[in-house]
């Protein structure tokens, strides 16, 4: 999946950019966006899960999977210039140091992070007496912007643009740190998003994550960055390290799927709507 040209496209596309403005930034890889919108869509209450697909299907959509990757896939679409620009920096945060504080005059100035971006946009879905345009599109941000919270290099301190500028190598293959995060570590298990999907169904029937504040999950994010021991001494990434990895991965993905849950069950089921 990973090694396909399109992907190697985007690779070098990264290693041209500058500034982490400018960066393209697609947390966990579209594979890990559907992964985490199908999950919560299974588990969710039914009268919030009918809400969504009631909303969905004004576009003609069917599930979350299917509007999980539209905040990415916007920036690519002219007419949708002015919002990819507007929420572009709603796509990740970074900390000021090590010890992960969240800082919101700092931080987030304006509500212009990945913390602001969520809590924009559930406000908008959670608000009934809003369009049902504006509250559709308000949940295909929440489901993106949920994901890429729980993508640790999303919410990091150090200064290498969210892992882009960590060059490292699979076998002769130059990418970045944060393409092994978005895309080789999930697609290391080599099988398809819908069956990974039913293994996380399965592992969320366990205790469920402590449901906390979008800071908090950003500040869980950066806390992996530092304490994960994510980043090799080398620049080498081997078989050994997508197996250590993977967990960490599994662990987000789960978190933020049971986390979307939570939101949407509060944001889409409380009112019955008439009519």
């Known amino acids: 999946m990973f090694r396909n040209p399109v992907f190697i496209a985007w690779v070098v596309s990264i290693a041209a950019a500058t500034g982490l403005a ?62 990819a620009g507007l929420t572009r920096p ?25 913390v602001g971006g969520i809590e924009r946009y559930t406000a908008i879905l959670a608000d009934h ?30 200064r290498d643009r969210g892992g882009f500028s960590h060059a490292v190598k699979i076998g002769e293959r130059e990418t970045s ?6 895309y080789d570590i999930v697609g290391s298990r080599g099988i398809d998003w819908r069956d990974y999907a039913t293994e996380l169904v399965a592992r969320a029937a366990g205790p ?23 980043y090799p001494p080398t620049e080498r990434i081997d078989a050994d390290y997508m197996t250590r990895m ?6 987000r993905m789960l978190d933020a799927a049971q986390r979307l849950t939570r939101v949407l069950d509060a944001a889409l089921a409380p009112r019955a709507r008439s009519g």
């Open 22 to 83: 400018s960066t393209d930034v697609r947390a966990w890889g579209p594979d890990g966006h559907r992964i985490v919108a199908e999950v919560a869509q299974r588990r969710m209450s039914e009268p919030a899960r009918m809400e969504a697909l009631r909303l969905l299907a004004l576009d003609g959509e069917t599930s979350l999977a299917d509007v999980s990757n539209w905040a990415d896939a916007i920036r690519d679409q002219p007419s949708h210039a002015a919002l």
């Open 90 to 114: 709603m796509h990740y945060m970074r900390f000021a140091d090590a010890s992960c504080r969240f800082e919101p005059t700092t931080t987030c100035v304006d509500g212009a992070c990945i």
């Open 129 to 158: 007496s809003r369009s049902d345009a504006d509250r559709a599109e308000a949940l295909r941000f929440v489901v993106h912007f949920i994901g890429d919270v729980h993508q640790p290099l999303h919410a990091g301190y150090r």
């Open 177 to 182: 740190m944060h393409g092994i995060w978005d």
């Open 208 to 230: 469920e994550a402590v449901a906390g504040t979008p800071a908090e999950w950003a500040q869980e994010s950066c806390r992996v960055t530092r304490d994960g021991d994510i």
């Open 246 to 251: 993977r967990p960490i991965v599994e662990r």
